[in-house]
């Protein structure tokens, strides 16, 4: 019986909290600055916000300047994802 309650425990602990398993590896961080949209909304903000919110980017500095300029750290893959988004005026 306390064999399977320990079980029990440790299969909880590897879990986490929130019953989703523990990230393998993540992947490194890397700094960037993004150039946004002369858009309103700007769609490169609003996805770093949303980003930022589920904890993928980290440090997000938003410069005032037009188009904003912003400083973060996220995985490769999401700064070239952020990259991607088309943008209207300003600088590319």
Request: proline share 11%; net charge neutral; with cysteine.
């Amino acid at each position: 019986m306390k064999m399977a309650l320990i079980a029990i425990l440790f299969g909880l602990a590897a879990c986490g909290l929130d019953n989703t398993p523990p990230a393998a590896n993540p992947p490194p961080m890397e700094s960037a600055l993004i150039i946004g949209s002369a858009e309103s909304p700007d769609p490169v903000l609003t996805r770093v916000m949303a980003l930022e919110k589920s904890g993928v980017v980290k440090d997000v500095a938003v410069q005032e300047s037009f188009p904003v300029q912003i400083r973060l750290r996220a995985p490769r893959k999401v700064i070239d994802e952020l990259n991607q988004i088309p943008r209207v005026g300003g600088i590319h």
